[in-house]
């Protein structure tokens, strides 16, 4: 019996890993399956997501739509033998992937018949000002689009939220606009009742060239650091950031990792887990167009934050 794949597509910061863990947290016992790409050599969405499921697989070091497209091909066979098998997979992209691209992968004559294309979702942050539509990316994140979850609803007021449906719907008609507050959407919008219908291969259009335009600079400490020192330094980089995440301790709350989350110019911390044993005491990625920062610079910040060696 084929095994749908579902692709989770949107710009870096959206909140597709919100969406993930949602899918996977109220999974109402599907056997599910993610394969989660980050962009960078640390790849923290799925730690953020290894909770949710045992079925995570990390593909790290750069993103699927180009350099890691024959990892994806054999990471999706390695998921088809395992027993039990998966009933749905779940393929999260980094968010500097066109999906076009992925989708040109998986309509390979051998992946479609085992695993099958079902629904692509673009995750979009509702406090993207309509106007900002005309980047290239994301418009191929939306154009590849069946269902486009607005995230982050509650921090734009209803005629802002209707204007970027507006435009979303003239980019992307034939989609499916929902609200998508904490990650929550529709399980029937994405899951198919009949896993084992027929199913119509999608047009791709010609591959394009590549175009770098993001790089990641990674920072790791093998100490704590100082909350406020850390607000300081963020604050410093922000304007120049892309995005930025991250697990950290603190100096003030040791053996406690916090979360950090930096998308559309907004930073949040919230609490994690304890710290897993033999990794750093501090892990955070940044993404910045390409040639704004450099891993001196960041290193030269980010050091001021880290807390004395113990005696």
Same mark, same amino acid.
């Given at each position: 019996m084929?095994?749908p794949i579902?692709?989770v597509?949107?710009?870096l910061?959206a909140?597709? =890993?919100t $969406?993930?863990?949602?899918?996977l947290?109220?999974? @109402?016992?599907?056997?599910i399956?993610? $394969?989660?790409?980050?962009f960078g050599?640390i ?5 953020l ?7 995570v697989v990390s593909?790290a070091?750069? #993103?699927? #739509? #180009?350099?890691l497209? +024959?990892?994806?091909l054999?990471?999706l066979a390695?998921?088809l033998?395992?027993?039990p098998?998966p009933?749905?997979i779940?393929?999260?992209?980094s968010g500097?992937?066109d ?5 040109r992968n998986?309509m390979?004559?051998l992946?479609?018949?085992e695993?099958p294309l079902e ?8 406090? =993207?000002?309509?106007s900002?539509l005309? %980047?290239a990316?994301?418009?191929? @994140?939306?154009r590849a689009?069946d269902?486009?979850a607005?995230?982050k $609803?509650?921090?734009?007021?209803a =005629?802002a939220?209707a204007?970027?449906?507006? !435009? ?7 989609a499916?606009v $929902? %609200?998508?507050p904490? /990650? ?8 198919p009742?009949?896993i084992?219908?027929a199913r119509?291969?999608r047009?791709?259009?010609p ?7 993001f790089?990641t600079?990674?920072?790791t400490s093998?100490?704590?650091v100082?909350l406020?020192?850390? @607000?300081?330094a963020i +604050?410093r ?5 892309a995005r930025?995440k ?6 003030e ?6 979360v950090f989350?930096?998308?559309?110019g ?11 044993? +033999?990794t750093?005491r !501090?892990?955070?990625?940044f993404?910045?167009?390409l /040639?704004v920062?450099?891993a001196t610079?960041?290193d !030269?910040i980010?050091?001021? #934050?880290? +807390?004395s060696a113990?005696n």
């Amino acid at each position: 019996m084929p095994v749908p794949i579902l692709l989770v597509t949107g710009f870096l910061g959206a909140g597709k =890993t919100t $969406v993930v863990n949602h899918l996977l947290a109220h999974a @109402q016992g599907r056997r599910i399956a993610a $394969v989660v790409n980050d962009f960078g050599a640390i790849n923290i969405d799925a730690e953020l997501i290894a909770d949710a499921s045992d079925g995570v697989v990390s593909l790290a070091n750069g #993103c699927i #739509c #180009c350099s890691l497209e +024959g990892d994806l091909l054999r990471t999706l066979a390695t998921l088809l033998r395992r027993e039990p098998r998966p009933e749905f997979i779940v393929i999260e992209t980094s968010g500097v992937a066109d999906p076009a691209d992925i989708v040109r992968n998986l309509m390979d004559p051998l992946i479609w018949q085992e695993a099958p294309l079902e629904t692509v979702l673009c995750v979009a942050d509702a406090t =993207t000002p309509a106007s900002s539509l005309n %980047d290239a990316l994301l418009k191929s @994140q939306l154009r590849a689009a069946d269902v486009v979850a607005l995230s982050k $609803v509650d921090l734009v007021d209803a =005629t802002a939220r209707a204007q970027l449906r507006d !435009a979303i719907r003239k980019l992307r008609p034939a989609a499916v606009v $929902v %609200d998508a507050p904490l /990650g929550e959407v529709p399980t029937e919008l994405l899951f198919p009742l009949d896993i084992d219908r027929a199913r119509t291969k999608r047009e791709v259009g010609p591959r394009r060239p590549a175009v770098d335009r993001f790089e990641t600079l990674s920072w790791t400490s093998e100490r704590p650091v100082s909350l406020p020192r850390l @607000q300081q330094a963020i +604050g410093r980089l922000a304007p120049r950031l892309a995005r930025a995440k991250g697990l950290f301790e603190t100096m003030e709350q040791p053996g406690r990792l916090m979360v950090f989350q930096l998308a559309g110019g907004r930073a949040t911390l919230a609490p994690g887990g304890a710290p897993a044993p +033999g990794t750093p005491r !501090a892990r955070i990625v940044f993404i910045a167009e390409l /040639g704004v920062l450099s891993a001196t610079e960041i290193d !030269a910040i980010m050091q001021a #934050c880290v +807390g004395s060696a113990p005696n």
